[in-house]
């Protein structure tokens, strides 16, 4: 799944993406027996939480503090480029997927 999400040319969402790895991550920790965050780790730090809204961004952190699904730091880089109003060029979570809902921030990424 990991390689999976690397990729610019999924025609898909990020909230959608979310909300799959999070179906998938749940499963495989009953499944394993391994707690979520463990399970979707490797998974999570391809999902481009920057390109979420501030009003998504904030439904996935509370959604997060909850399950654990995405790490601390991964939200709150994301909430830093939503402060910034701006990203490093040259990271990826910031750049939109072929799938990626335009939104108004967008402008101020890549």
Known sequence: ?????QSDHLNIDEMEII????EWATVNSV?????????AKKVVEHIRLPL???DELKEVD???QRDRLIAV???????RCHALKKS???????????????R???????
Request: hydrophobic share 35%; proline share 8%.
């Open 31 to 39: 499944v394993l027996g391994k707690p979520i965050s463990e399970i």
């Open 104 to 110: 108004d921030h967008h402008k101020n990424f890549r």
């Open 62 to 64: 509370e959604e997060c």
């Open 73 to 79: 730091d991964h939200i709150s880089y994301a909430w």
């Open 88 to 102: 490093s060029p040259d990271n990826r979570l910031t750049w939109p997927r072929k799938g990626t809902k335009a």
């Open 19 to 22: 909300d799959a790895v999070r």
């Open 52 to 54: 979420l809204s501030p």
């Open 1 to 5: 799944m990991s390689v999976v999400l």
